[in-house]
């Protein structure tokens, strides 16, 4: 069974960074694309960063451009979210995320349990 | 504000059929697939419709989703109440090179 474990979230302060990693288990991790997708508290889904599964195609929501980075570690079954320059609206619960299919990222079969990020003075 | 549309709230009773829309442009569900969320309080979401009208294994035929030109529907016959929670539509956007979500439903099973 397929089982994905964010961590790193917590609290930080504007302007600040923060790194989340994701642990995959139980699929062969190098073959799927990969999503982080975020969820402000009591709002809705907002899609952040999709990576492929050779890290060949990579884009990002123009509200996270150049200030996150995503990345993956296929030898180590990782995906990660590099997150600078932080501010108050970046607050949310992050989650990663399995692409069922790699021609359609917005069909995610698998998520992890989230992770939160607090962005406050 | 959310480039699909979907309305803020929905309601029925246990055993009606509901149907929850969402609505978008041709640099999204016109050309792309749909994909349909359910995300029960406090959980993360989960995947219940894709392809606009496929079923994962393991999700009841009770769930059916549909798509015509830029709108696609998400229906649930046989309403449990088990069945309330937030309702999410996803697709890939052409134009903003990205996925883009519904702003999502809330069903109340009264």
């Known amino acids: 069974q397929a089982q994905l474990v964010e961590s790193g979230g917590g609290l930080v302060k504007p302007g600040g960074s923060l790194r989340l990693s994701c642990a995959a288990s139980?699929?062969?991790?190098?073959?799927?694309?990969m999503s982080w997708i975020r969820q402000a508290p009591g709002k809705g889904l907002e899609w952040v960063a999709y990576i492929s599964s050779r890290s060949s195609y990579i884009n990002y929501a123009d509200s996270v451009k150049g200030r996150f980075t995503i990345s993956r570690d296929n030898a180590k079954n990782s995906l990660y979210l590099q997150m600078n320059s932080l501010r108050a609206d970046d607050t949310a619960v992050y989650y990663c995320a399995r692409a069922a299919n790699h021609y359609d990222t917005s069909g995610c079969d698998y998520w992890g349990q989230g992770t939160l990020v607090t962005v406050s003075s | 504000q959310s480039v699909l549309t979907q309305p803020p709230s929905a309601s029925g009773t246990p055993g009606q059929r509901v149907t929850i829309s969402c609505s978008g442009s041709?640099?999204?569900?016109?050309?792309?697939?749909v994909n349909w969320y359910q995300q029960l309080p406090g959980t993360a979401p989960k995947l219940l419709i894709y392809?606009?009208?496929q079923r994962p294994s393991g999700v009841p035929d009770r769930f059916s989703g549909s798509k015509s030109g830029t709108s696609a529907s998400l229906a649930i016959s046989g309403l449990q109440s088990e069945d309330e929670a937030d309702y999410y539509c996803a697709a890939w956007d052409d134009s903003l090179n990205g996925v883009v979500f519904g702003g999502g439903t809330k069903l109340t099973v009264l």
């Open positions: 139980g699929f062969t991790f190098s073959d799927y694309y």
């Open positions: 041709s640099s999204n569900i016109r050309k792309n697939t």
């Open positions: 392809s606009d009208n």
